[in-house]
Every structure is written in structure tokens, then in C-alpha cells.
């Protein structure tokens, strides 16, 4: 929390009036919304002990669904939703079921289904419509209702989909501290066969996670997919390495059982500052990855500092 | 208890009581880890019966040893590290308050049970929100023992519970013992160290090499005697 406000601070002062004002903050939290709402699932997977890498793929694999189910094969917008995200929780079974069943780790299966999602992404469009570039989608019937719900503006400059984020902060941090299933994310990560011999049903949880990763990435892409009447076979690309480097800015471990959701928002956020203040200030937008680089190590120093001496105070 | 074509375990035979301590002996090897698998579900012996008040039973799996009131604490506490107390106390059980969409754990309550048990084996936690990690290994030992006898422990297996303790917290373990003891529970004392048994326990029972090489009572047992019968030396 402290370091986001030192971020905010240093850009408030480096780049002035328009990253301070209502069109400047507007502009981080749009920015930050989407990456947010991957950052929060991402983070309850890694406090479960696994990694997603394949994230940002299900997110082209989802956007590209909808915009094939609608604009090839003539599908009214709803329906091709559904489908779409049926689709998406099906990606998330099949990494959750290849982490449970080979014993691999997550950051391999996933890596692989990475490559997996995206080139059926890229051949499904190229191959049915020639293209991988897809519009149109405000012609489809059921666009109005979509667009109200996922693409619109309801507050001056602020955008529909942070309400969807703080939704969804609200679900992960219930879920994570209130209900025995938060008791099992974070003892699968922590300790997980301490949690198998107390009767914890360890391989459900991980599957449920790497669901609901998939699912997250689906409301990403959807959202995308809505305000931008159309899709891209790349959409995506990199999201996944964001949203760990946001969840861990926010103080999840990389080596699972401990971090929250309401961590994995700040992250998003400082991400979204550092991302909007470099373009604000004017400086070369190359930097930005210099910048985040930087940034996620000193989260990762920071966090690690706090924790040894949380862990020590007794 | 025959693995392949080994005989891990042969002809062993002996009981526990409520109340009373007894205290499983062996070198590495001896088969007490047979002995402590079998007793608690996760293998079935090749020959021989299990029972429990007198009556026959078999054990399909560790839950089914558990559900007969048989529970187990390894060397490693079976403790989530960054969980609190009350969290681990409750994994796998946790009580919960509402319904439906709203179901949530009952915190209040979760935090109150986890710290009276853990008092009652002699342990108070300040602060049942605090990392086990931040515990002592005394203490943590305290958590674990507290939790099995709350979820209705009559037999208590500890598997080599002084190995990873110091000598100031070996005591605190035998104060836990007799207070599950004064509970009615019966408890098997798995070790290798002679030492550590003596102060707590009122039976011996000597393992070597699969077999039993003794049975003695506390009046009978002492560090040299237990020692020369692990070692295979003599009666």
C-alpha cells in the first residue's frame, strides 16, 4: 500500500497537472481495470501454489470465440457469450486437469498451453475468414445490452469495467478470508500435504483455480471484444506476465500459501500509474518495461523485507 | 506384514489403553514406520488384526482409522506454516455460520475453540491469528495434539515427536502427554531415543529387526536395558 502511494507521489510531481487531475486518474483506472481483474484471479492461483501462464492466451482464444461464433457463422451476441465462455472454462480445465494428473509444474504445462491456445487462436481465424483481425461485432444483435454491461461509460470518463474489477476484488478477498475454500486455497499453497491429510480436497482446488483464471480472462476479453467491436487473433499477448508481476507488487509469495486479492488490485494499480505517468510525462514509451522491471523487483525486496521481519516479531 | 518378499513385520503383537503411554522403540529399520502405517489406515497388514474395544476391525483407509478415533501426528505437526493457529486447527473442518451464497467460516468461533484446546494442553496463544511459523516447536506440538484430541482422539499416535525439538521443549511435550493422558486417551510414544521415553512412558515395547525383542513395564525399563535391547545385545 505504502509503496503504490510512493509511486503515485512521484508521478503526481514528475508529471504534473494531467496525471493528478480527474482525466489523469480516470485514465489510470481504466487502464488498471482490465489487468486488475486477471491480477486478482492470477494472485488466488499463485496463493494456491501454481502459475497461470497461459492467461492472456485464453483471453485471444475468448475474444476470437465471440467475434467467429457471431460475425462467421451468424450467431446473435449472447449465446456466442456463453459459448465463449464455456470455451474458456473448458482451457482452464484441461490446464487444471494436465497440472493434477501429470504432477508437472504449472509454470511448464502452462507455458505449453500458452503456445497451444494462442495457435488455435491464430489458425482457428486465419483459417475460417482468412484474417486474424475480426470487426463488426455492433452489428450483432444483443449489442446494445452487451455494450451497456461491459463497455460502457456510466461516469464521465470512468469506465463500466472498474465496477466489474471491485466486483471482483470483493469476490476474491471473501472468498480467499471468509469461506473454507479460502482455508484451502491458501493451505494447498502453503502446505499442501498437511492440507491432503486433513481431508482437503487439494487437486479440486487447484482445478477450480485454474478455472477461474480461465474465467477472468474470458470477462477480459469479453470486455475488450465489446468496446472495441471486434477482436484481434493477439489479443492478450503478455497479459499473463503482467498480472503475476501485479499480483506479486502486491504482496503475493511466488512460492505459494500467503497474499490477497486486495493486494493483486494495488498491483494492478501501480502497474497502470507507472504505465499512464511514463506516457503523461512524455517519456519514451520503450522505457515502460525498464520501469516495471525495476518496479517489480523493488516490490519483490520490499515484500520479502516485510514478511522476514512479520515472521521474526514473535 | 510381508512388502514383496521382505517381512517387515513379524508376530508383533501389542495393545493400548486409555490413559496410559506406550512407548514404541526401534533403531531406523526396526519397522516401527510399518507398525504406525498400519495402525493408522494407510497400509493393510498381510496377517494379523487390528482391535478396537475388543471388536475386530480393518482399516480401509487412513479416514477410516481417524473415524475410529485413531489419529496421528507426524514429525512435521501436519501444520500450513503461514496459516494461523485457528486456521490450521480448523483445515479441513471449518465451522461455518449463514447459508448458501453467504456461507462464511464462523471466525469468532474458529479463534475461541482453537485457543481454549491449545490452553488446555498448557499453551496460551495471545494471538490466534499469528502464523505458526512464529511459533515454538513446543507450542506448535501443542496445536497439533490439541486439534486431534478436539476431533475425538481416543488412541494418539506421535511419531518421533522429540526429533525435531530441544531439550527445554522435550519437557513441554511430556507435560502435553499427561495431559491427553488425564483426558483418557491412550497414546503410542514412537521413538528412537530411550531418553525421551523413560520420563513419559509406562510401557515399552522394543522393536528390532520386525520383531518384538521386549515388553517391559516402566518399573522394569531403563536407558542402558532399552538401549542394549534396540541394539540387539542381550535380554
Not at chain 1, 457469450?81 to 482451457?91: I, K, N, Q, T, Y
Not at chain 1, 477461474?212 to 470486455?223: D, G, I, P, R, Y
Amino acid at each position: 500500500m505504502g509503496g503504490a502511494l510512493l509511486v503515485w507521489a512521484f508521478f503526481a510531481v514528475v508529471a504534473g497537472g494531467p496525471f493528478r487531475g480527474l482525466d489523469g486518474t480516470a485514465a489510470v483506472l481504466n487502464a488498471a481495470a482490465p489487468l486488475g481483474i486477471l491480477a486478482v484471479a492470477v494472485a488466488l492461483l499463485m496463493i494456491g501454489g501454481e502459475f497461470d501462464l497461459s492467461v492472456g492466451s485464453i483471453v485471444g482464444l475468448s475474444g476470437m470465440a465471440v467475434l467467429l461464433l457471431t460475425r462467421h457463422w451468424g450467431w446473435p451476441l449472447w449465446p456466442a457469450l456463453g459459448v465463449s465462455a464455456v470455451l474458456a472454462a473448458g482451457a482452464g480445465l484441461v490446464n487444471g486437469w494436465l497440472v493434477v494428473r501429470t504432477g508437472l509444474p504449472s509454470f511448464i504445462v502452462t507455458l505449453g498451453t500458452l503456445f497451444v491456445f494462442r495457435g488455435l487462436t491464430i489458425g482457428s481465424a486465419r483459417g475460417l475468414t482468412g484474417r486474424t483481425q475480426l470487426g463488426g461485432l455492433g452489428e450483432t444483435p444483443g449489442y446494445e445490452a452487451a455494450s451497456w454491461l461491459l463497455g460502457s461509460q456510466p461516469l464521465g470518463p470512468l469506465r463500466v469495467s472498474i465496477a466489474w474489477w471491485l466486483a471482483v476484488v470483493v469476490l476474491g478477498t471473501w472468498v480467499l478470508l471468509r469461506t473454507p475454500w479460502g482455508n484451502w486455497i491458501q493451505a494447498a499453497g502453503g502446505g499442501a500435504e498437511s492440507a491432503r491429510r486433513a481431508g482437503v480436497p487439494v487437486a479440486r482446488v487447484k482445478i477450480a483455480l485454474f478455472v477461474s483464471t480461465a474465467l477472468a480472462a474470458w470477462l477480459v476479453a469479453v470486455m475488450q471484444a465489446v468496446r472495441y467491436t471486434g477482436t484481434d487473433a493477439l489479443r492478450g499477448q503478455m497479459q499473463e506476465f503482467h498480472a503475476i508481476a501485479a499480483a506479486v507488487i502486491g504482496g503475493t509469495l511466488l512460492t505459494g500459501g500467503y497474499g490477497s486479492a486486495v493486494g493483486a488490485a494495488i498491483g494492478a494499480l501501480v502497474f497502470a500509474m507507472v504505465q499512464q505517468g511514463i506516457v503523461i510525462t512524455g517519456v519514451d514509451a520503450d522505457w515502460f518495461q525498464v520501469f516495471l522491471g525495476a518496479v517489480l523487483l523493488a516490490a519483490v525486496l520490499f515484500n520479502g523485507w516485510v514478511r522476514r521481519r512479520a515472521l521474526s516479531a514473535g | 506384514m510381508r512388502y514383496g518378499r521382505v517381512e517387515a513385520l513379524e508376530r508383533v503383537s501389542f495393545s493400548v489403553r486409555a490413559g496410559e503411554t506406550t512407548c514404541l522403540l526401534g533403531d531406523n529399520g526396526a519397522g516401527k514406520s510399518t507398525l504406525v502405517r498400519i495402525l493408522t489406515g494407510v497400509d493393510r497388514p498381510t496377517a494379523g488384526e487390528i482391535r478396537v474395544d475388543g471388536e475386530r476391525v480393518e482399516f480401509e483407509s487412513p479416514r477410516a482409522a481417524r473415524d475410529r478415533g485413531i489419529a496421528v501426528v507426524h514429525q512435521d505437526l501436519g501444520l500450513v506454516p503461514l496459516l494461523s493457529a485457528w486456521r490450521n486447527f480448523f483445515l479441513g473442518a471449518e465451522p461455518t455460520r449463514g447459508q448458501g451464497p453467504l456461507r462464511r467460516i464462523d471466525v469468532r468461533r474458529a479463534a475461541a475453540i482453537a485457543q481454549a484446546e491449545t490452553a488446555a494442553m498448557g499453551v496460551e496463544l495471545e494471538d490466534p491469528d499469528r502464523p505458526v511459523a512464529t511459533l515454538s516447536g513446543g507450542e506448535r506440538q501443542a496445536v497439533a495434539i490439541a486439534r486431534a484430541l478436539h476431533f475425538g482422539a481416543r488412541v494418539l499416535v506421535l511419531d518421533e515427536p522429540t526429533a525435531a525439538l530441544g531439550v527445554r521443549q522435550s519437557a513441554t511435550l511430556l507435560e502435553q502427554v499427561r495431559r491427553a493422558r488425564e483426558r483418557g486417551v491412550g497414546i503410542v510414544l514412537v521413538t528412537h531415543n530411550p531418553h525421551h521415553a523413560l520420563p513419559v512412558g509406562d510401557r515399552f515395547v522394543v522393536l528390532r529387526r520386525g520383531r518384538v525383542a521386549a515388553q517391559l513395564t516402566a518399573g522394569d525399563a531403563s536407558a542402558p536395558r532399552l538401549e542394549s535391547l534396540m541394539a540387539g545385545e542381550g535380554p
